[in-house]
């Protein structure tokens, strides 16, 4: 089961009535790709991997919109958020910090978010405000590693409500819930994401997830659907241009899943060739 994770996020989708134009989420085409290769490597190997890869993820997801609130913050207060993100998503390398390197790396995901939370827990109490907020929720991701219960607990405080903290805490809970098998648990918060207007999370991770597990409960027609519409939209997707785009990774994984389930409706999904330059 790969656990798909990112540093960097938002959502995709808008069609126009004869020409279907759809705006490629940045935070699936760049990010999203590349965690999920990462969570393939831990396929397999056992529910603690799966908690650190969900934690992974959580961590992950927000930065892009951190990216964007930062804006209306202080410089300073941007500034020390910044520098533990910069903690809080740096590599893991069992040798450590080579001598030449500037950047630090740690051992451990545990080590790394010990290092962070107390840079998140210094923006909390200097600046508060947005920053405070987001910070807030990185300490609650980062937790993950040290304290699980506790984590979730935080997360659960910081959903209440339709802030952006509090859709991105949601996501966060539905991920842990998942990793719980309370799977309708997750589903019902998966379920309130996708109808939102603005879940801040891209719709189709949110609907990819959901899919899954409706897989798990054995609801494959549900999660057929979900798979097709994703895969569907992504195969038609335009650029600004008005030019065909390749598919985001979670839409190429969407269109695997579906010919597993319905092999003649993956059919119906023709991957676009982009133009050739010359």
Not at 238 to 267: F, H, N, S, W, Y
Request: no cysteine; proline share 4%.
């Amino acid at each position: 089961m790969a656990k798909k994770r990112r540093f960097e996020q938002l959502e995709a989708a808008a069609s126009t009535t004869r020409e279907k134009k759809t705006y490629v989420d940045p935070f699936q085409a760049q990010v999203v790709p590349r965690l999920e290769e990462a969570g393939k490597k831990f396929e397999g190997k056992g529910k603690t991997i799966l908690y650190a890869i969900g934690a992974i993820m959580l961590i992950a997801l927000v930065v892009f919109a951190v990216l964007k609130w930062t804006r209306s913050s202080s410089a300073q207060a941007q500034a020390a958020l910044g520098k533990a993100i910069d903690v809080s998503s740096a590599q893991i390398s069992q040798a450590g910090t080579p001598p030449t390197s500037n950047e630090k790396t740690y051992k451990t995901e545990k080590e790394r978010a010990e290092a962070a939370i107390p840079l998140f827990q210094n923006v909390v109490e200097q600046y508060g405000g947005e920053a405070g907020e987001k910070a807030k929720y990185f300490i609650a991701v980062n937790k993950l590693y040290l304290d699980r219960t506790a984590a979730i607990q935080e997360l659960e405080t910081l959903s209440n409500g339709s802030s952006t903290t509090a859709k991105l805490a949601k996501f966060a809970l539905a991920q842990t819930r998942a990793d719980d098998n309370k799977l309708d648990d997750a589903v019902n918060i998966y379920q309130e994401l996708a109808g939102m207007d603005d879940p801040v999370v891209a719709k189709d991770t949110i609907n990819f997830e959901l899919a899954k597990i409706y897989e798990k409960q054995g609801k494959k027609q549900e999660a057929a659907d979900l798979y097709f519409n994703i895969a569907k939209a992504a195969s038609e997707a335009k650029d600004r241009d008005g030019k065909p785009v390749r598919m985001t990774q979670t839409a190429t994984d969407a269109k695997d899943k579906l010919k597993d389930l319905d092999p003649e409706r993956a059919k119906q999904i023709t991957e676009p060739q982009p133009e050739s330059p010359f």
